[in-house]
């Protein structure tokens, strides 16, 4: 299946998904079980959902051909190349590729100058005054491709004020983006960022591409390498068919993709340098397929994960519509792996994350739509027998039931005991990660380095914020596998003493933060230990990076408090749940007894009205597997619970 056809079944099935839990609230509403946190929660979830988006990073040197490749797959019905890729004319940012329905097409590009107010790029986004806006004619092809061009452009500078950028330091005469024309004077990149909304197929199902410059200017835009490139889904390194791995290359995938990216795939290009008439099509192959092990040995990557294509003869060939050129250009190979392995990734990652905030709440919707179903049929049999006894009989049932409900009035009442005091601790344990608390820490660690802003200074900082997180998630994890083992022993004694379902309580899992931590510490110490950031005093570069890592730990710390809130709200909720359920069962039992007890007639009437209860109470049972078959991803009907016969 197509990378398009692909991307567009999966933006199908995030809409069934949204659908499937819209289904549940309106569910939730109808039958008064809806409260104000678990609709905010729903919200929340519907919202993240219309908002996902599939990150794929373009990483690679200069001139590798990043944006030639961008443009055979993602641009070739204009007939044209949009992003500048043509020799000495470049893309000079990083650039940012969506689709935004709220907005017009355009192009924001944010001034270079940016830089020297030590402002990140992800507040400057919520700033549009603050970016130069290009309209986008869609009508006028020629004026996209004219537009597209700005992010080449470039401006000359002093070295001075390249430094004060950050864009030139000591010793450096030039770099990817910075060159050298005059003695006292270089050119450097006009545009810090730019931010594309174009509405291709593929973007408006929720793709997002980042076209990254090489490996200088990522050193040098912290907010690139500690957020925006971990952060995607799957990183694209492109490598040159003739010259393979060269030093920077190496350079790049060891500081940048190698272990801090999620999914990586290489990209042999240039194929086409190796077409030779005088070379039979076995000695390309051989050729070629030495490259390719040879790459995938340097990387420490699976030839799997080596993609050789053309990039410049699949756009030409997509062009002129040559489907044999399409073929030999190989862009479909690299097209079928990210279709077959990316998207299914993602779509996996999204579908844990729907099932851990909603799925275990639907299913315990479910389990005690089918408890009330089962009890209303009991309790129908319960009056049919009742039926044909006498009045001391049915008082010897009544005095039975009401002992049942004292034994487990007490059970309730030593739960909730147990619930409260974990409570406490849990809401004590959160407290440490409160914003002015979390403000104090951060602060404390500025003070650390603010005196040199070197980076001894930084690895001495983040190690000590670091070991404060280490500290927090022990604690938090340690207090959650206790109060794990609680909540498991109290479920088990309401399965065991009172015959409730076997429930399985909401797990607290904060793996991914922790990995995420260390990815951030991992590039720390990947600065620091760059011979370039010790030999020179980089006040700005280092000021910016710590900065950047700093903003990325709040967030993880934040993180971990609300995934942390959300579990200690829900740990015990499908057992709470029950609790009250299994109460009104028991004094509706009780009070149809103490009646049957005055007056054996009465129960003709009360079995007429649990059959209409009963059958309802079958619709939502069916209602519920629908909506849990939506959730679950499942196309085919869902398997409803068995009718009850009449009794």
């Not at 104000?36 to 051909?65: H, K, P, T």
């Not at 001495?460 to 207090?479: A, H, I, Q, T, V």
Request: net charge negative.
């Amino acid at each position: 299946m197509s990378l398009e056809a692909l991307v567009t079944r999966y933006s199908e099935w995030r809409e069934q998904l949204r659908v499937g839990i819209e289904a549940y609230h309106a569910w939730l509403d109808t039958h008064g079980h809806v409260d104000i946190q678990r609709s905010l929660r729903l919200y929340d979830l519907v919202e993240s959902l219309r908002n996902d988006r599939m990150v794929l990073a373009f990483l690679a040197e200069f001139s590798r051909g990043k944006s030639e490749l961008i443009n055979a797959m993602f641009f070739s019905d204009y007939r044209q190349r949009l992003l500048p890729s043509s020799v000495g004319r470049t893309t000079m940012c990083p650039t940012e590729i969506f689709y935004d329905p709220a907005e017009e097409p355009y192009i924001r590009l944010l001034p270079i100058e940016t830089r020297g107010r030590n402002e990140t790029i992800l507040a400057l986004k919520h700033r549009p005054q603050e970016w130069v806006k290009v309209r986008l004619d869609l009508d006028d092809r020629d004026s996209i491709a004219k537009s597209f061009g700005m992010l080449a452009q470039t401006k000359n500078v002093t070295i001075a004020e390249a430094s004060a950028l950050g864009l030139l330091h000591e010793g450096e005469a030039f770099t990817t983006t910075v060159m050298r024309r005059r003695q006292l004077r270089v050119d450097i990149p006009a545009w810090r960022h730019a931010l594309i909304n174009f509405p291709h197929p593929l973007l408006k199902s929720g793709l997002v591409i980042l076209d990254t410059p090489g490996l200088n200017a990522l050193g040098s835009e912290p907010e690139l390498t500690v957020s925006m490139i971990p952060n995607a889904h799957a990183v694209l390194f492109l490598l040159a068919t003739d010259t393979g791995v060269t030093a920077s290359d190496l350079a790049l995938w060891e500081k940048y993709v190698q272990g801090r990216v999620p999914r990586s795939i290489v990209v042999l290009n240039k194929i086409d340098l190796l077409w030779d008439d005088l070379k039979s099509e076995a000695e390309i192959a051989s050729e070629l397929e030495r490259q390719i092990v040879d790459t995938a040995r340097t990387l420490d990557l699976s030839r799997e994960h080596v993609i050789p294509l053309s990039a410049q003869k699949a756009l030409v060939a997509r062009v002129r519509g040559d489907e044999a050129m399409i073929v030999k250009s190989r862009v479909r190979d690299l097209e079928s792996l990210l279709a077959e392995e990316i998207i299914p990734a993602k779509q996996e990652i999204l579908r844990a994350a729907v099932q851990r905030e909603i799925g275990t709440l639907v299913d315990q919707s479910l389990e005690d739509a089918r408890t009330a179903l089962a009890a209303a049929t009991a309790e129908m049999d319960e009056l049919t027998k009742v039926s044909g006894k006498n009045r001391e009989i049915v008082r010897v049932m009544l005095t039975r039931l009401e002992r049942e409900k004292s034994v487990y009035q007490s059970t309730v009442a030593a739960f909730r005991e147990h619930y409260g005091t974990v409570l406490k601790q849990g809401h004590q344990m959160l407290g440490t990660l409160a914003d002015d608390e979390l403000d104090r820490v951060f602060a404390d660690n500025n003070k650390m380095i603010e005196g040199s802003w070197t980076t001894a200074g930084l690895m001495r900082s983040m190690r000590g914020l670091f070991d404060r997180f280490g500290g927090y998630s022990n604690s938090m994890l340690e207090f959650a596998n206790t109060t794990t083992d609680f909540v498991d022993g109290v479920y088990r004694t309401f399965h065991e003493q009172h015959k409730f379902p076997q429930l399985q309580p909401p797990q607290l899992n904060l793996q991914k933060h922790v990995v995420r931590m260390g990815q951030l510490k991992q590039s720390t110490e990947v600065f620091c230990s760059d011979p370039v950031n010790v030999a020179f005093p980089k006040f700005m570069v280092v000021r910016n990076f710590y900065e950047q890592l700093a903003n990325e730990a709040r967030t993880v710390f934040r993180l971990v408090r609300a995934d942390f809130e959300t579990w200690l709200g829900s740990a015990l909720v499908p057992l709470s749940d029950q609790i009250r359920s299994h109460q009104r069962l028991l004094e509706r039992r009780i009070a149809n007894i103490r009646k049957a007890s005055d007056d054996i007639g009465a129960l003709t009437s009360r079995h007429k009205v649990l059959a209409q209860e009963r059958e309802k109470l079958q619709q939502q049972v069916d209602e519920l597997a629908q909506i849990q078959s939506l959730l679950e991803g499942r196309t085919d009907a869902p398997d409803p619970s068995p009718p009850v016969p009449d009794v």
